[in-house]
C-alpha cells in the first residue's frame, strides 16, 4: 500500500513576515522559490505544480493557466485583501477555494493613505529633495508653501475597513469627514454619505479606498478632477486603474488639482525611470506598500496560512473571499 503523499503547499515569494510560526497542516511540506528566482507567471506555474495549496500575493496572476498546470490546487491564499489578480469564476468552476485577508491592513494601510496627504498637500518630497541636496536657501515665505491638512475636508470614496480607518485619523486632524461608496455604509458618527460629485464637490482632500471592479476602472478622470478643483488633492492606495493617470497628470500641470499622491498604478512595478508619473513635482509615487508593516504582514501570513490549513484539513476557511462590491 502506498502512504499518502504529504500536502505540500507553495508560497509565490520568499521571506513573508512571520512565516516561521505561522499555523501549517501537520507535516505540510513548504515549497518556496530558489533565492533571485524569477517571480513570473511560468515561475509561478512550476512552482504550483505538484502542490496542495498556494499562497499567493497581488502581482501574481491566478488563472486557468496556472490552475492547468497545478492539478491537485485545493486552495489559493492570497497574502492580500484585494482579489483583482485571481480569476474567480475559474477557481469556482474547478472547486477550488480563494481566500484573502480583511481587515488586517486597514491601520497600515490607513496610515499610508494619510503619509500621501501630508506628503502631497505640504509639498514635503520637494523640501527633503532640497534639503538633502543641500540647497536650504534663505528664508523665502513663498518657498514649500503647501495646503493645510488639519481643518480641511476629507472626502472617502469606498468606506469599507481601510476607508473607514482613513475616516478615523481624518477626524484626528480635525477634518470634515464624507465618504461615498457604492453599497450604502451604516452612519458611524465621523463621515457624512453623500454621493460621488458632492464628495468630490466638497473636499479639499479624497482618499481612494475602492477595489479594482469593473465598476470602478476609470471612476476618476478629467470631470472628476475638474469637480475636486485647484485646491484639491487626490490619494489613492486603492488599485491602478481606479485613476485615469493621463488625466491626473493633466490636471497636474494645468493647476486643475493641487497636488496627488497614488501608492498603486496601471502598471506595477513602475519601473521606467523617465514615466512622467515620477517627474510631476505635485505627484508623490510610492511602491505599492500600504501594507508594508511588520504587525500587519505579519497578520496577513498568519492569515493566510491559516485559510490554507482550514480548508487541507477539511474545514471551512475562515476568510473565502466574498462577491463584489463597490
Ligand atoms: C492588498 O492587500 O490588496 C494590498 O494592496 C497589498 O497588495
Redesign the pocket.
Known sequence: MSATPPVRIALSRRGYPGLDDAPLPEGAELVLPDEGAPTDDAALRALAADCDGLVV??PDRVDAELFDAAPRLKVVALV???FDNVDLDEARRRGIVVTH?PGV?ADA?ADLAFSLILMARRLLVPALDTTRAGEWGAFDPQAFLGLQVAGATLGIVGYGDIGSAVGRRGAGFGMTVLQHSRSPRPEDGIAEAVGLDELLERSDVVSLNVPRTPETAGLIGARELDLLGPRGTLVSTARGGVVDEDALLAALREGRIHSAGLDVFATEPLTDAASPLLHEPRLVCLP?I??ASVETRTAMTRMALRNVTAVLSGDDAPNVVPPLRG
Open positions: 500575493s497581488t492580500a485583501v484585494g485577508t491592513l494601510t505599492h500600504g501594507s
